[in-house]
């Protein structure tokens, strides 16, 4: 690093409180470690991650504020990230203030990394005349839908969107995405995630886009997502093979890795649903029957609250541990990274969350791809039709249609196929972060783009 950024080499990061985002914001923060920067890290008050051994370099802080008792029980996580941002944009703008009265000479704040949903970062980074970087947690192609919807006639989307008809048919200009496909959730109604795109894609006075993704995935989006924004997009992804930076929010049961110790290579199909998703009890016994049927071993992660009532599988009706009890092993929350790269995992039954997707491909395992919301339709769309590493189960569960998929994964040579497919993007996703691949020099990039801007 050359004197100037010596002096300016603090970054503050702004993660947004959930697991998928956590996870990859920690591991930039690692990455820009690596590269001598200091890290400071604005957490709010909710799902913080520890200042663990992993992390005691790093400084950090907290943004005061919170949301009501009731809020919290009743705000779905868009909402809720909304709300947030009501919330903290004040208190923010203030630590952040004193921070810089704080501040050494040798240890200046160089900019703001702030995810994508904690917008209200940006309007402090201006105020204190500090570069502001957008960090996407989703895939290129995700952002990329996100400034298209942004764009588009409010009344014609939110027609077209409800119009089954074209559910089916692919929507103009995001070959190969589908109506169906698009990023819209199931955590709220079509016209708030419109506003809510708006804000996201408005990178207004942001100086740079981060995106945990990598060349070989996205170009095409990726080129576009360039033209369209006309701010510097980073790809320097995936991150969590760039720089390890354990952030599970939940206790993982590592009592799994001794049963899959036990099992036959390649075997097993685990399943996991990510840190949001939630499912119906009929769907579960419908899973249930059909991995039984399979006569496939299964490692599944129920977490506790994604399915109906109080407590955990002790509130779904008797025949599900029956089921699940001869080939199967239940989990609350996995370590997932160790899990997929286990020699006995043969597949992955995913909602297809951008670091799943990631971290499946990272580990060459190939996918039965089963999105909940949002940004999961744009990657199990492309997991299946671009990638050829995965393939959808549609429409409604039902247990023939599971067996069928369990088989067709693990047992058909069109598997053998998919799996062949992800082992060769792991091996391109590996070099795109060694010294001299599209990623690690993305990173370079951004490192020399702060310095720029340090010099100005
Ligand atoms: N994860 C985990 N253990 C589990 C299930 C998930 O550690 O049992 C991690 C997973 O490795 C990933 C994150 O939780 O890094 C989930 O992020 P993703 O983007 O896939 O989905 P989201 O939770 O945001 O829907």
Redesign the pocket.
Known sequence: MDEKLVKKRRIVLVPLP???HV?PIMQLGKALYSKGFSITVFQTQYNRVSSSKDFSDFHFLTIPGSLTETDLKNLGPLQFATKLNQVCEASFKQCLGQLLKEQGDDDEVACVVYDEYMHFSNAAAKEFRLPSVVFSTTCATAFLCRSVIAKVNVDKFLTDMKDLELQDKLFPGLHPLRYKDLPTSAFGPIESIHRLYSEIVNTGTASAVIINTANCLESTSLARLQRELQIPVYPIGPLHIAASAPS?LLE?DRSCIEWLNMQKPRSVLYI?L????LMETKDTLEMAWGLRNSNQPFLW?IRPGSIPGPEWTESLPEEFSKLVSERGYIVK?????EVLRHPAVGGFWS?C????TL?SIGEGVPMICRPFTSDQKVNARYLESVWSVGFQLEGKLDKEDVERAVKRLLVDEEGEYMRKRAIELKEKLESSVRSGGSSCCSLDYFVNFLRMKSSI
Request: glycine share 14%.
């Open positions: 959930a697991q998928g996870t599970s993982e996991s990510g840190s949001l998703a992660v929350w996995a370590p997932q990274m909602h969350g951008w670091n799943s971290e």
